[in-house]
Every structure is written in C-alpha cells, then in structure tokens.
C-alpha cells in the first residue's frame, strides 16, 4: 500500500455524505472496502460509508486511519508508528552533509573526526560544530570526493588543508546552503565546479548563502590551451545560461569568467580538470 492511496482513504473518511469524484485512488478504495454507489464519474459516500472505510485501513495500518501523519522525518521514526517504515519523509542519506578533506579533520561537537585519504564522511548538520571550521571546498560534484588524491596535486595553496564538501543534490542541497549560512565569518569557502556556464552559475548561487570569505576556485592559466579539453557539446546546451551569465550584475568575476568561456569555448569539468593535471586558482569572489 502507498502513501497516495492511504491519503486518500483519509479525506473520505474525514468527508461528509456526499458524491466524491471517482478518481483510480477513489475506485480501488470503494473496491476493496465495498462501499458507496457509483454515478457516473461519481460515487456518493454516506456516513455509514466513510465509517467502513477508516475501519478498514485503520486494520491494515495498525493504527487510526485518521490518526495517520506522514510528517516523521526518518525510517526508525516510521518504523515505531507504521508498518511501513519507508513512508518516513527522508530518504537515507538525504539529510547528511558529505565530506572528505585535504588535511583538515571535521569537527563535531562530540569531538573532531580526521578523515583518511579517500574516505568519506557522512554527517547531520546539527551534529557538525560549525564554527570551528576554517577553510571548506565545494565542489560540484561528489565523484571529487572519491578522488582526494588527485585534488591535492591541483589545489591552490590557500585550500591545501580544507575540508571538502560535495553541494548535495535534491534535499541535502538545502542542508547545505544552511552549513554555509552558519559559518564563522572568518573562514574560508572555495567554490570549486565545472569550468562552465552551469558551474559558473551553481557557484553564484551557492555564493548567496555565504556570509564567510568565498573564492571562486578555477584554472590557474585559461587561454586556447584548455579548448582540448572542453565539452563542445556541453558548451552549445548551456549558450542559454552563458547569455544570462554575460550580462550578470552580481559578480564582475562571474562575468569576467564567462567572458573567458565564451572566447575560448571552454566547457570543462572537474574530471578533466583531475585528470589532466590543470592547476587551479583560488580568486577572491565578489
């Protein structure tokens, strides 16, 4: 059984007596339940009717039908009030931030965690001590995570003992844009993406919920040379979002790197930048 299905035996059961539109949820409920008359592309639910139905699935549950809040957050939570533990709203995994680092250990408030070369390492947000943070990366794409070591060989000095932070992807991004929000002020964020107009415009948006110093972390030397590596299809999908970029108001370096984009064509990723060796930089983001 779903949720959908179980939200919908809920508002019959919470209706008055009357006609309810008899959409696939409403017709495989009125089936199995064996209730109400069906007019049309109606069915009339009496009193009675709706009575039958909380019955039912408040059998099947284990628990009041009209008792039922999907509002828990996690699978054990789920797990003590239904049946179903995966009806929690979270998926696994979904709220934790993910980490690896250069050198720098994570702190938490139950104490500093180092993380070893390659490993990676999972946390809530409320877990991690926030303030104690000096200096963060993050980057785009979590495959960078996987790969430390190469990082290492590119990084700019200023970033040579940071944390790295993966950006996060569906809710997680949200946790987040609220890690960046509470940071010391002092400390330093590197934003590290593709090489290109959608990682130009990740990294301006992950910008507005920085209060800390923040640097744009791209190629150290950007001329023709890159051009060998570049996504030229890539660079012809995201034309739309480099036009946007190249008349943006917001940052004269975001501008200023799709200016760069747009002469040499470049639409380069973290892979190739690993890979190939490509130095990076470290500029102050304003």
């Not at 569906?170 to 990682?199: K, P």
């Amino acid at each position: 059984m779903d949720k959908r299905l179980v939200l919908a035996a809920k508002k019959l059961a919470l209706g008055h007596e009357g006609y309810e539109k008899l959409s696939s949820s409403v017709k495989r409920i009125i089936d199995e339940v064996s209730c109400g008359q069906i007019v049309g592309k109606k069915v009339f639910l009496s009193v009675l009717d709706r009575i039958e139905i909380d019955k039912y699935y408040s059998n099947i549950l284990g628990i009041s039908l009209l008792k039922v809040d999907f509002k828990v957050e996690d699978r054990i939570e789920a797990a003590s009030i239904f049946k179903n533990e995966k009806w929690a709203q979270k998926g696994v995994f979904s709220d934790l931030l993910n980490f690896s680092s250069l050198k720098n250990p994570l702190p938490l408030k139950t104490g500093e965690i180092d993380i070893a070369s390659g490993a990676i390492v999972s946390s809530s947000l409320e877990d991690i001590d926030i303030k104690k943070i000096s200096k963060v990366i993050v980057t785009e794409n979590g495959e960078v995570l996987n790969h430390i070591n190469l990082l290492k060989h590119i990084v700019p000095d200023l970033f040579k003992d940071a944390l790295v932070l993966y950006r996060g992807h569906g809710i997680n991004e949200n946790y987040v844009f609220n890690f960046l929000e509470n940071l010391n002020n002092n400390c330093y964020v590197g934003f590290f993406c593709d090489y290109d107009a959608s990682g130009l415009a990740i990294s301006l948006n992950l910008k507005k919920h920085a209060k800390a110093l923040t640097y744009l972390i791209i190629p150290k030397n950007i001329d023709l040379s890159l051009a060998v590596y570049s996504k030229e299809w890539c660079y012809q999908d995201q034309k739309a979002i480099l036009e946007k970029l190249l008349d943006n108001k917001e940052s004269f370096l975001i501008k200023q790197c799709a200016s760069d984009l747009y002469r040499y064509k470049l639409a380069l990723t973290q892979e190739h930048m690993l890979v190939k060796v490509i130095f990076l930089q470290a500029i102050v983001f304003n």
